[in-house]
């Protein structure tokens, strides 16, 4: 994972840019949950995008244990917070806490330009030991 760091620490700063994040499906109606799964277990995250642009949703792996492999994704999945390219680290690790949602989208000029996590935002907010 490759971290973009600069002072302030603003969303569109903090964001992996080296690879597309995991995600299934470019339309979030194409997906089912057996994909979700599949790209869970191929990628080690437990949040997977549904849907590849900037409307995308998010699905957790433990959502998809109770129901059928063929069920829409959709249907189990969630809107993600987003996040401004503009949004401070702070503020963003704020409102993800407060609204326990995570990961946050960030989107840029009509593209998502990638996700931000609670983890990776503590990495670049917090001194390294």
């Not at 903090?14 to 979700?36: E, F, K, L, R």
């Not at 990776?120 to 390294?128: A, K, N, S, T, Y």
């Amino acid at each position: 994972m490759h971290v973009v760091v600069v002072q302030n620490n603003r969303g569109g700063d903090i964001v992996q840019t080296d690879a597309a994040p995991t995600a299934v499906a470019a339309d979030a109606a194409d997906a089912a949950v057996g994909d979700v799964q599949a790209a869970a277990e191929r990628s080690g995250h437990l949040r997977i995008l549904v849907g590849a642009a900037p409307d995308c949703l998010v699905a957790h792996v433990r959502d998809t244990l109770p129901v059928p492999s063929t069920t829409s994704a959709a249907s189990i999945a969630r809107r993600p917070l987003a996040l401004e390219p503009t949004a401070s680290a702070y503020d963003a690790l704020t409102r993800m806490r407060r609204d326990r949602v995570q990961p946050a989208t960030v989107v840029m000029d009509g593209r998502l330009r990638g996700v931000v996590t609670i983890d990776g935002l503590l990495r670049e907010i917090l001194p390294r030991s």
